[in-house]
């Protein structure tokens, strides 16, 4: 039911296992279809981030519950360069192609609840959180 | 009563324990005081159960409970195994399973969460009297044991009313499923073709159901156009128009083409007032007319039919 | 483990696998942008079926992979996308603008053999 996994992120193998763990503990968790999906993706996202920025980081995963709704937890942190504008770093540049390529804003619209704690020079350190049903 | 096989959801996760014990400030002064008074109540358990079950009996309310032997006689073994662990001092996971099964017996057997915590209050004045009882001689030591009881009884009474709404809210789902089953329309295949007539209120989970039984459906029947009528829809508000627009663009990525067809005028003026480029849409004006769009297209496809190679070799 | 390609006529054909990872789609966008070359292909599948997760970088991969194409002669179509893959890539707003999509191989290969113009689209 519960009990944290951790995936340590070195390499674009490593964003593989990180949201297919994900997808497997969301599925025990009963989440149906596309949100197992939608998981995985902002996984995926967030654990990219972590290579492409930081080199090196993990992702924790983690089942919870709230007011008797099952949830996943994903903590995703890295000791990188942080991000200088977190703002500007959340803005939606998909569709138009401007995005920096973080991939956060869309991790974001994935999952229910989302955090995100940078600074430069002290990692960064982003939260998300969906629940059941 | 049927017996559900779903017991665990709404279960609190095993963090979840020592996080409300927190919440409680149960401090190791507390779990000794809870272990000096444990004799003393396992030793006259019944009578403070008597006082939980007495209430109960008195109200109408409680009927659920009390008139199926079986039920009952589990409620009381269990309420019994409750007392002694809660005695015994360890509130780990399985502790808290326990309560949270009390939870959904009762809410099973209908009972009311305000008459629960009356005879839960009769209960605790039970004991209560007696911790007190206990420590005749020294009143600011059996209040402190007292307190240290009723934060344990407070944790109990947390998870147990959580297991009562959570078995409640389940209830109230499910009642909506069946609901919303009646009244999903059925897709209708037609040679490639779906046709998807959508009638009645559209909330977002339904629009959401809608989406996933639609994409699947173009899976499972190779479907190259689908209609999607809007004529029994008589309101959609920004939530489910996005909706559409996302469905019709998800059925384009599996290679489906979507005409929109019913949408009245009211209810195109509400989405363009939403914001919703309605141009981003194929719509046509009745069933018919999409019907024969999509005949046409599928038509055209037919006559293209012959796989010979237009890619010279 | 490189994705096999497979030459069928004119169109070369790849599915690729579920643990997909960057360095293995990055791969796939290079040897297929120089089999298009060799062979003088005129289509290219890429058959995502089996594929569990489309995030922004194997979107960007694919439509950068079918421009790359493209500029050697073959159009790529995207064959395959499943109904909660389809669902998210909405959601997250990526669009595969510019690249074709089909159901699966069969309606694939059908759209690459007809001509440029398909009033459909």
């Given at each position: 039911?519960?009990?944290?996994?951790?995936?340590?992120?070195?390499?674009?193998?490593?964003?593989?296992?990180?949201?297919?763990?994900?997808?497997?503990?969301?599925?025990?968790?009963?989440?149906?279809?596309?949100?197992?999906?939608?998981?995985?993706?902002?996984?995926?996202?967030?654990?990219?981030?972590i290579?492409?920025?930081?080199k090196?980081?993990?992702?924790?995963?983690?089942?919870?519950?709230?007011?008797?709704?099952?949830?996943?937890?994903?903590?995703?942190?890295?000791?990188?360069?942080?991000?200088?504008?977190?703002?500007?770093?959340?803005?939606?540049?998909?569709?138009?192609?401007?995005?920096?390529?973080?991939?956060?804003?869309?991790?974001?619209?994935?999952?229910?609840?989302?955090?995100?704690?940078?600074?430069?020079?002290?990692?960064?350190?982003?939260?998300?959180?969906?629940?059941?049903? | 009563?049927?017996?559900?096989?779903?017991?665990?959801?709404?279960?609190?996760?095993?963090?979840?324990?020592?996080?409300?014990?927190?919440?409680?400030?149960?401090?190791?002064?507390?779990?000794?005081?809870?272990?000096?008074?444990?004799?003393?109540?396992?030793?006259?358990?019944?009578?403070h159960?008597?006082?939980?079950?007495?209430?109960?009996?008195?109200?109408?309310?409680?009927?659920?409970?009390?008139?199926?032997?079986?039920?009952?006689?589990?409620?009381?073994?269990?309420?019994?195994?409750?007392?002694?662990?809660?005695?015994?001092?360890?509130?780990?996971p399985?502790?808290?399973?326990?309560?949270?099964?009390?939870?959904?017996?009762?809410?099973?057997?209908?009972?009311?969460?305000?008459?629960?915590m009356?005879?839960?209050?009769?209960?605790?004045?039970?004991?209560?009297?007696?911790?007190?009882?206990?420590?005749?001689?020294?009143?600011?030591?059996?209040?402190?044991?007292?307190?240290?009881?009723?934060?344990?009884?407070?944790?109990?009474?947390?998870?147990?009313?959580?297991?009562?709404?959570?078995?409640?809210?389940?209830?109230?789902?499910?009642?909506?499923?069946?609901?919303?089953?009646?009244?999903?329309?059925?897709?209708?295949?037609?040679?490639?073709?779906?046709?998807?007539?959508?009638?009645?209120?559209?909330?977002s989970?339904?629009?959401?159901?809608?989406?996933?039984?639609?994409?699947?459906?173009?899976?499972?029947?190779?479907?190259?156009?689908?209609?999607?009528?809007?004529?029994?829809?008589?309101?959609?508000?920004?939530?489910v128009?996005?909706?559409?627009?996302?469905?019709?663009?998800?059925?384009?990525?599996?290679?489906?083409?979507?005409?929109v067809?019913?949408?009245?005028?009211?209810?195109?003026?509400?989405?363009?007032?939403?914001?919703?480029?309605?141009?981003?849409?194929?719509?046509m004006?009745?069933?018919?007319?999409?019907?024969?769009?999509?005949?046409?297209?599928?038509?055209?496809?037919?006559?293209?039919?012959?796989?010979?190679a237009?890619?010279?070799? | 483990?490189?994705?096999?390609?497979?030459k069928?006529?004119?169109?070369?054909?790849?599915?690729?696998?579920?643990a997909?990872?960057?360095?293995?789609?990055?791969?796939?966008?290079?040897?297929?942008?120089?089999?298009?070359?060799?062979?003088?292909?005129?289509?290219?599948?890429?058959?995502?079926?089996?594929?569990?997760?489309?995030?922004?970088?194997?979107?960007?991969?694919?439509?950068?992979?079918?421009?790359?194409?493209?500029?050697?002669?073959?159009?790529?179509?995207?064959?395959?996308?499943?109904?909660?893959?389809?669902?998210?890539?909405?959601?997250?707003?990526?669009?595969?603008?510019?690249?074709?999509?089909?159901?699966d191989?069969?309606?694939?290969?059908?759209?690459?053999?007809?001509?440029?113009?398909?009033?459909?689209?």
């Amino acid at each position: 039911m519960t009990g944290g996994t951790r995936v340590t992120i070195d390499r674009d193998v490593d964003i593989v296992t990180a949201r297919q763990i994900g997808r497997q503990m969301a599925a025990e968790a009963g989440f149906s279809g596309s949100d197992l999906t939608m998981i995985a993706t902002a996984i995926s996202e967030v654990a990219r981030n972590i290579v492409e920025y930081a080199k090196r980081g993990e992702v924790r995963l983690e089942t919870a519950s709230k007011h008797g709704r099952k949830g996943l937890v994903v903590v995703a942190n890295d000791d990188g360069p942080g991000i200088p504008d977190i703002e500007q770093a959340m803005q939606d540049g998909f569709s138009t192609g401007r995005s920096l390529g973080l991939g956060l804003p869309g991790a974001r619209r994935l999952m229910d609840e989302f955090e995100i704690v940078s600074e430069p020079g002290k990692g960064t350190t982003i939260t998300m959180r969906k629940w059941c049903g | 009563m049927a017996e559900h096989s779903d017991a665990t959801i709404g279960l609190p996760a095993d963090d979840e324990v020592e996080r409300r014990l927190r919440y409680l400030n149960f401090t190791p002064e507390d779990h000794a005081r809870i272990r000096d008074v444990q004799g003393e109540i396992l030793g006259h358990l019944d009578e403070h159960l008597a006082a939980f079950f007495d209430h109960l009996s008195r109200f109408e309310e409680a009927q659920g409970l009390f008139r199926r032997g079986d039920v009952l006689d589990q409620a009381k073994r269990l309420k019994r195994e409750h007392l002694v662990a809660l005695f015994q001092g360890n509130y780990d996971p399985a502790y808290v399973e326990q309560r949270f099964r009390l939870g959904q017996l009762y809410s099973r057997a209908q009972l009311d969460v305000g008459l629960f915590m009356g005879a839960f209050h009769e209960l605790m004045a039970s004991i209560g009297a007696r911790i007190v009882g206990h420590f005749s001689g020294d009143p600011t030591a059996g209040f402190a044991h007292f307190v240290s009881f009723r934060k344990v009884a407070f944790f109990d009474l947390a998870v147990i009313v959580d297991a009562m709404m959570a078995d409640r809210e389940q209830t109230i789902r499910r009642q909506q499923e069946a609901i919303r089953e009646l009244s999903t329309p059925t897709l209708q295949v037609r040679d490639r073709l779906l046709i998807l007539p959508i009638i009645g209120l559209l909330d977002s989970y339904r629009a959401k159901q809608l989406t996933d039984g639609l994409l699947q459906a173009i899976r499972a029947h190779r479907a190259k156009v689908v209609v999607v009528d809007l004529t029994g829809v008589s309101t959609v508000d920004s939530k489910v128009a996005n909706h559409l627009i996302q469905t019709v663009e998800a059925a384009r990525l599996m290679g489906a083409s979507v005409i929109v067809t019913g949408l009245s005028a009211d209810v195109a003026q509400s989405l363009v007032t939403l914001g919703v480029d309605l141009s981003r849409l194929n719509t046509m004006g009745d069933l018919q007319g999409g019907i024969e769009e999509a005949e046409r297209i599928l038509g055209y496809a037919d006559r293209r039919g012959e796989r010979s190679a237009v890619l010279n070799d | 483990m490189p994705i096999p390609i497979l030459k069928q006529g004119n169109v070369l054909i790849a599915s690729v696998q579920a643990a997909l990872t960057d360095q293995e789609l990055l791969r796939l966008k290079d040897e297929l942008a120089d089999k298009v070359g060799r062979f003088r292909s005129r289509g290219v599948i890429i058959d995502v079926t089996s594929l569990d997760v489309m995030d922004s970088f194997a979107t960007r991969t694919l439509r950068s992979l079918a421009a790359a194409t493209r500029l050697r002669g073959a159009e790529t179509v995207i064959v395959g996308i499943q109904p909660d893959v389809a669902i998210t890539l909405v959601q997250l707003g990526l669009t595969l603008e510019g690249v074709a999509t089909a159901l699966d191989l069969e309606e694939g290969l059908d759209l690459l053999s007809r001509p440029a113009r398909d009033p459909r689209r």
